[in-house]
């Protein structure tokens, strides 16, 4: 059983197309995370969700609005696309908020904006 | 501003020739140094914490170290299933985020 799984694995769209990207963890952990992974290898957190509350909200545009339907669900919805959007997307879950260094992540969803 | 740099950028070694990956930190007040091995195509996987310099923590081939300002993950007689790349990751006192460092891609070759 994979502990956290996103979808789709690859995702090639146009420019100004809206997107979304699906993440469920089924480790029983309150604390859900997106990272954004860019071409240097970075990893950046963009949000974070503790029990289907959002607790970080990093400097990112508003066109990504994160929504969490349940504390085992974190999806990523992305508007009007642009070439900077691409990049590799990762999920990530925590047991909880307080003790978030062990981090569980997803396989990526690996994102190319035309 | 916290911030984690590693080096070196990449590392290619000979199977068995063992090494040190090195992985400088400014955080305001750490809260624990974190470890991470991700394969190409996959998310990173955690291999470590540490919480106080002087700390020493040991999976098979690898041992990670802590300073005060750095940390060391030394690799013994790595074998070719090594091959990755390592993040370094700190959190601090002053914030609930992890912070990444860009990583070292290490190659060993068989």
């Known amino acids: 059983d994979t502990a956290v799984s996103q979808t789709p694995k690859y995702l090639v769209t146009q420019m100004g197309n809206d997107k979304s990207i699906k993440c469920e963890q089924n480790l029983g952990h309150d604390t859900m995370y997106w990272y954004k992974q860019d071409s240097k290898k970075f990893l950046k957190i963009m949000f974070s969700y503790n029990n289907k509350e959002l607790i970080i909200n990093e400097t990112v545009p508003n066109r990504f609005s994160p929504k969490s339907p349940d504390k085992a669900h974190l999806n990523l919805h992305i508007n009007s696309l642009e070439l900077g959007d691409s990049a590799v997307y990762f999920c990530a879950s925590s047991q909880n908020s307080a003790t978030n260094e062990k981090l569980f992540f997803g396989s990526g969803t690996q994102l190319s904006v035309l | ?110």
Do not use: M
């Not at chain 2, 974190?34 to 996987?45: L, N, T």
């Not at chain 2, 923590?57 to 090594?82: G, N």
């Open chain 2, 1 to 110: 501003e916290d911030q984690v740099t590693q080096s070196p950028e990449a590392l290619r070694l000979q199977e068995g020739e063992s090494s040190s990956l090195n992985c400088s930190y400014t955080v305001s007040g750490l809260r624990g140094l974190f470890w991470y091995r991700q394969d190409p195509g996959k998310g990173p996987e955690f291999l470590f914490t540490l919480y106080s310099a002087g700390e020493e923590k040991e999976k098979e081939r690898l041992k990670a170290t802590l300073t005060k300002k750095e940390s060391f993950l030394h690799i013994t007689a790595p074998k070719p299933e090594d091959s990755a790349t390592y993040l370094c990751a700190v959190r601090g006192t002053s914030y609930d985020k992890v912070i990444f460092g860009p990583g070292t891609s290490l190659s060993v070759i068989p």
